[in-house]
């Protein structure tokens, strides 16, 4: 899965799903896939907003506050295209047909 995963990356695929309950593996395999591609690895979740991991420390940190809405994560990112990747994590309430927008953005 994890070389599947960074096979996707290179190919700069824009959106990938990945439907998990483990999610500290998950986390280790964009890990290590933003550390050999050498990009920058940030996470979204509606709690903490926009988070950055730092490598030294081994953790996410917060990195955008004010990014906690679904819409400003998809814009941080827009904003951001070249060299990022971006953790949407529990993404899925706002796929839905109530959001066209943010559907169509994705």
């Known amino acids: 899965m994890e070389e599947n995963l960074l096979n996707l990356i290179k190919a700069n ?46 953790r996410f940190e917060v990195h955008e506050e004010d990014f906690v809405a679904p819409n400003s994560a998809l814009e941080f990112f827009d904003e951001h295209q070249g060299g990022l990747i971006l953790l949407l994590e529990d993404f899925h309430p706002d796929l839905t047909e109530d959001k066209p927008g943010i559907v169509k953005t994705l």
Do not use: C, T
């Not at 500290?24 to 933003?34: F, P, Y």
């Not at 050999?36 to 903490?48: G, I, S, Y």
């Open 13 to 58: 695929v824009k959106l990938i799903q990945i439907i998990s309950y483990e999610s500290l593996r998950i986390h280790a395999m964009l890990v290590h896939s933003s550390q050999k591609l050498k990009r920058e690895l940030f996470a979204w979740n509606r709690v903490d907003g926009i988070r950055r991991w730092n490598a030294e420390n081994k």
